[in-house]
């Protein structure tokens, strides 16, 4: 059972229908083994439908009021069956073509593989690290927010231990050094929003603006 989770926030913008980007699918990804979120998400779904029949107006934010309106337009689906592998997270089958250690992971170092997933987007990038087992990062803090959700086996840092299902968040005030469990290789699913970074002449000239 996972012992770190998303916040109320994010959550409440998943359950409204604001969240089909990589940061959504990360999130449903949590949700599909996480009991204790999904009980979090029926509550915020049933808060979401009450606030709508009040007929007194209710200090809402519009932004939760806009997110609330824009689910209610959203037919009902019927979630079309996805093939793949059951080991992988329901919402990532369709864009990961096999099992983790088929994947055509690339070297950032002899210890740290990546995978870049397919629906990165310009506001978030998706990934899938995996770090050998008992090797740890360099020391290193963010440039913005990283999502994280261990996908397989488990990672610690100076703040605790996170197993598979565990949700965590980094941001520019953490600065840590995982380290992979000895036992197995630790395979998370990250989603940064780290600014995007140019290359190449026009790159060279927005590079000097983009602080
Ligand atoms: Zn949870």
Redesign the pocket.
């Known amino acids: 059972m996972?012992n770190?989770?998303?916040t109320d926030e994010l959550?409440m913008e998943f359950t409204a229908g604001q969240k089909h980007d990589p940061l959504g699918i990360l999130v449903a990804c949590?949700?599909e083994?996480?009991?204790?979120?999904?009980n979090?998400a029926r509550v915020f779904e049933q808060l979401g439908g009450e606030i709508l029949e009040e007929s007194s107006p209710t200090p809402v934010s519009d932004r939760l009021l806009k997110s609330i309106l824009n689910h209610l337009d959203d037919a009902p689906k019927a979630t079309p069956e996805v093939q793949g592998d059951s080991r992988i997270p329901r919402p990532l089958r369709r864009f990961v073509p096999s099992f983790y250690d088929r994947l055509p992971w690339k070297g950032m170092s002899k210890n740290i593989k990546e995978f870049t997933l397919p629906f990165s987007n310009k506001e978030y990038t998706a990934k899938f690290y995996k770090i050998a087992a008992g090797k740890e990062l360099p020391v290193h803090t963010h440039k913005g927010n990283e999502f994280t959700l261990v996908l397989s086996g488990n990672f610690s840092d100076d703040a605790g231990k996170y197993n598979e299902?565990d949700?965590i968040l980094a941001d520019t005030s953490t600065h840590h050094q995982p380290r992979a469990g000895m036992e197995e290789d630790c395979i998370c699913f990250a989603v940064m929003d780290a600014p995007l970074k140019f290359t190449g002449f026009f790159g060279r000239m927005l590079n000097p603006f983009m602080r």
């Open positions: 996972a770190y989770h998303p959550l949590h949700l083994t996480c009991r204790e979120c999904q979090r299902g949700f």
